[in-house]
């Protein structure tokens, strides 16, 4: 039996050795099979004979295939050995240059490769690289988070010890029979240790994060954290009321103030704010004022509010943030603006003290102390305020880069869309600015003059960019736009009067029996009588229109004051009528129609005698 056993041994070996060393094998054992079946076989032929001499000599086989295959055993063992040991000191090799080239790799992409950070309420654990199956490593970071967060805050966890279960390919980090993480052959490799070793490093903050969450979400800090809401409520509510008690006292002073001690404010003749309108607005401010109050006290109390629980303190620091930023952020707004204000400043007052040099020199200039050829001193103020609108537009130019925003896109959409509504919207306006300038410049009137424009008579009472004003006779007020004024004849009366002496005229009608000769006399003496009539150039008559019943005589008078045109014809009239009457001339206007004998002639009486004389001697 015992050489079955070896028999079996054998061929168990044989079969699990590598190819190469099984044909030997298979060769070596039937060698030794034949060899015990023959002995077996004399062992039964020779039954019969001498049973010591058989026993012995099939002891000593016995033990000389015992031998025989304890060497051949040996030499199997040394022949697997060796192959193991050639395979596995091929596979170390492979292995370590594998993992050579891979840390390699992973030197090189960690100067550009920034880990990804675990963190569990505002704590960072640590830092992950690398994926996990298809999770990349943001999505295991926000895993390890909610998890330990669960974990945390659950009361029906426990305080299990963490612990790590080993797999061929994962060492799992437990808590009881939940896995927080899996730590991976690559999470090692990017931190230069084994992978057992890290995910022991990872445990300690782990547990320590979790044993701070449990002792946060205890009952005990519940309670703590509903009596802080309970006591900043009753501090919240406290505040209101001393607020509002505080602002009552200060609107009670404010109408003892407005009753015994506030003063009117005058600029000079005008009151510009009385007692009750003061009043008014101080309670107006103290109400703003109260509501901002309150306000800053909300804006404070309820972040703290949502700060006290975990499951809102998020949510605090949320609403903290939409509070704080835009403070934080117009109070550094402010801070950095001040080097711009700074430079407006500087170009405000540099554009201020030119306007007043322009402004002193046109001063100068419409006192006719400075002379400059060419120039009219009525054009020094239509100049200065060109130069003054031509400097401001230079100032805003330079300070609008200077301006909060102005980069800012919507800023310059509603400076190019003001733009085109006023370009679009204003040609009317600009055509009249531009004649208004043309006018100034070619002077055909000035404030003041007596002018006549299409049917409007009157004196130019003002003149603006747009439009001109004149003043009629008759006290009317008539506004005339700059173009129009561009597109018609101007008269101007008193320009006339001043250079040369404006000439008055008006038409006066005799009859065919006055002599022309006493018309002229009575006309022009008539002139003379009228107060403000010229006496140099003397009053002249023209006979302008032989009618078929009268001579239409026309008086010329010159006057120097066009102001009072109406009353000066109105005068020279009456003096005609008086004139007339005295030398008593007929006045045939409107015309008349007399009967008259036949052959009857209208004429002077000097001239009806001579026919008379004619026809006697006929």
């Given at each position: 039996m015992k050489s079955y056993t070896y028999i079996f041994l054998l061929s168990i070996i044989t079969f699990l050795f590598p190819l190469s060393v099984e044909a030997q094998l298979k060769e070596?054992?039937?060698?030794?099979?034949?060899?015990?079946?023959?002995?077996?076989?004399l062992l039964d032929t020779t039954v019969t004979d001498s049973l010591p001499a058989i026993n012995k000599r099939l002891q000593d086989s016995i033990k000389m295939q015992e031998m025989m295959l304890q060497i051949q055993e040996m030499k199997l063992n040394e022949i697997l050995l060796r192959t193991e040991l050639d395979e596995a000191t091929s596979g170390i090799t492979k292995d370590s240059i594998r993992?050579?080239?891979q840390r390699r790799r992973i030197d090189s992409l960690r100067t550009v490769t920034h880990g990804i950070p675990v963190i569990v309420d505002a704590d960072t654990l640590f830092l992950l690289y690398t994926k996990k199956g298809a999770l990349t490593p943001h999505q295991r970071a926000e895993t390890i988070e909610k998890t330990i967060?669960?974990?945390?805050?659950?009361?029906?966890?426990?305080?299990?010890?963490?612990y790590v279960e080993e797999s061929e390919i994962f060492s799992d980090i437990m808590y009881g029979d939940k896995v927080i993480m899996s730590v991976t052959d690559n999470d090692a490799l990017w931190q230069n240790t084994s992978r057992q070793e890290l995910a022991k490093q990872y445990i300690p903050p782990i547990s320590n994060k979790i044993?701070?969450?449990?002792?946060?979400?205890?009952?005990?800090q519940v309670a703590k954290r509903i009596g802080l809401f309970l006591l900043v409520l009753i501090i919240q509510y406290l505040l209101w009321k001393g607020t509002n008690y505080l602002f009552r006292k200060l609107r009670r002073r404010i109408v003892w103030l407005t009753a015994n001690k506030l003063k009117p404010v005058s600029i000079k003749d005008y009151e510009f704010l009385d007692t009750r309108k003061q009043g008014r607005v101080l309670l107006f401010f103290s109400k703003v004022l109260q509501y901002a109050v309150i306000l800053i006290q909300l804006a404070i109390?309820?972040?703290i509010l949502f700060s006290i629980f975990p499951q809102t303190e998020s949510l605090a620091m949320q609403l903290f943030t939409y509070i704080f930023n835009p403070v934080k952020m117009i109070f550094w707004k402010v801070i950095n603006y001040f080097p711009n204000i700074f430079i407006i400043i500087v170009i405000y007052l540099c554009i201020r003290y030119l306007v007043k040099m322009v402004q002193y020199i046109a001063g100068e200039i419409e006192s006719e102390k400075l002379k400059i050829t060419g120039f009219y001193p009525d054009?020094?103020?239509?100049?200065y305020n060109i130069v003054r609108f031509l400097l401001y537009v230079f100032m805003i130019a330079m300070i609008y880069p200077y301006l909060p925003g102005a980069d800012s896109g919507a800023f310059q959409g509603i400076s190019i869309f003001v733009g085109l509504i006023v370009s679009l919207g204003s040609s009317s306006a600009i055509a009249n600015i531009i004649a208004g300038l043309v006018i100034t410049y070619m002077r055909p009137f000035r404030i003041g003059d007596r002018i006549k424009l299409g049917d409007t008579e009157g004196h130019v009472v003002e003149k603006t960019p747009f439009v001109t004003r004149i003043k009629t006779p008759k006290n009317e007020i008539i506004t005339i736009p700059n173009s129009s004024i561009m597109s018609s004849n101007t008269v101007n009366y008193s320009e006339s009067a001043k250079a040369y002496g404006l000439i008055i005229h008006t038409p006066v009608t005799y009859g065919y029996d006055v002599p022309w000769e006493k018309a002229h006399e009575v006309l022009i003496a008539a002139a003379k009588d009228t107060h403000g009539v010229m006496k140099h150039p003397a009053p002249f008559v023209l006979e302008t229109k032989l009618d078929d019943f009268y001579v239409i005589y026309q008086i010329n008078a010159y006057i120097k004051n066009a102001d009072k045109l109406a009353q000066l014809y109105s005068d020279l009239h009456q003096q005609i009528q008086i004139k007339s009457n005295e030398a008593g001339l007929e006045l045939v206007s409107p015309q008349y129609i007399e009967q008259r004998k036949a052959r009857e002639k209208i004429m002077?009486?000097?001239?009806?005698?001579?026919?008379e004389d004619s026809d006697r001697k006929d």
């Open positions: 070596r054992a039937k060698e030794v099979l034949d060899g015990i079946i023959i002995d077996k076989a993992k050579a080239e967060l669960a974990i945390g805050k659950d009361y029906s966890f426990g305080m299990d010890t963490i044993t701070e969450l449990k002792k946060e979400h205890s009952i005990l109390t309820i972040p054009w020094a103020q239509p100049t002077p009486d000097k001239y009806l005698n001579k026919d």
